[in-house]
């Protein structure tokens, strides 16, 4: 069973007036196609959504960029566009809003493990992003895009480094160059516990660095919560925060 959609909604920071599109937005084609054979229940499936924020994302964060970067050619603005864009770093970006809990699969999808696929995670947020600007227009999902897909802390390491071609999702990376630029002690990593049945199991891991600075957070695999966990920590580093958080 599906958590309660008002858990993303507090997470996205959108309550929707129209409930239906933030459930379409959700829903794979997969799920469509077996209730139709099943049930002969004809619905639809969330690919118009994901062609539609595909293009709003896209618009977003070209015009983000401008903004953040008035003095930059042409050429560095698209490829930097590509890198923000990837699919590499839109998956970062659903792992964190844990989207995969929330869709509608097939039971053949599900059981292949589409709740932590790529493609299926990516086409689901461009879909969502799609929602939101229906729902509520483009500012909302303005809001969203600088928050959730520009404002994160690899992509403001890469910008205050000049480093403009590291992947943006690689949290333990920008946080082991951050340590080393600050001659701090190197991240430590250690997985504090394991919960759940072997096929849907969470993991809580702890960095830390030096004796100051720790977080732990959980997530769907190892690499996941040290991921979240390395995030905290870069977060703070950055802004000078607390030196001890929790996901």
Avoid: C
Avoid at 205 to 220: F, P
């Amino acid at each position: 069973m599906r958590p309660d959609l008002k858990s993303l909604e507090t997470a996205i920071g959108h309550q929707f007036q129209n409930r239906e599109l933030l459930e379409l937005a959700l829903t794979h084609s997969s799920h469509v196609h077996e209730r139709a054979v099943s049930e002969g229940v004809r619905q639809a499936d969330n690919e118009q959504l994901e062609f539609l924020g595909d293009s709003i994302l896209g618009f977003l964060i070209s015009e983000a960029l401008i903004v953040r970067l008035p003095g930059y050619s042409e050429g560095r603005l698209s490829k930097l566009k590509a890198r923000i864009v990837s699919a590499a770093h839109l998956f970062g970006v659903a792992e964190r809003l844990q989207l995969g809990q929330y869709l509608q699969l097939g039971r053949g999808e599900e059981m292949s493990g589409g709740r932590s696929k790529r493609t299926l995670l990516v086409n689901s947020l461009e879909a969502l992003i799609a929602a939101l600007y229906q729902d509520a227009g483009i500012e909302k999902a303005r809001t969203f895009v600088t928050e959730h897909v520009v404002g994160d802390p690899a992509i403001d390491w890469a910008f205050s480094t000049n480093d403009l071609t590291g992947t943006f999702t690689d949290y333990k990376s920008a946080l082991q160059e951050l340590a080393l630029a600050r001659k701090l002690p190197l991240p430590r990593y250690v997985i504090l516990k394991e919960d759940g049945p072997e096929h849907s199991k969470t993991f809580t891991i702890e960095v830390r660095v030096g004796k100051d600075w720790t977080a732990h957070a959980e997530g769907y695999s190892k690499k996941n919560a040290a991921q979240n966990a390395a995030r905290l920590v870069l977060e703070r580093l950055a802004g000078e925060g607390k030196p001890e958080v929790s996901l």
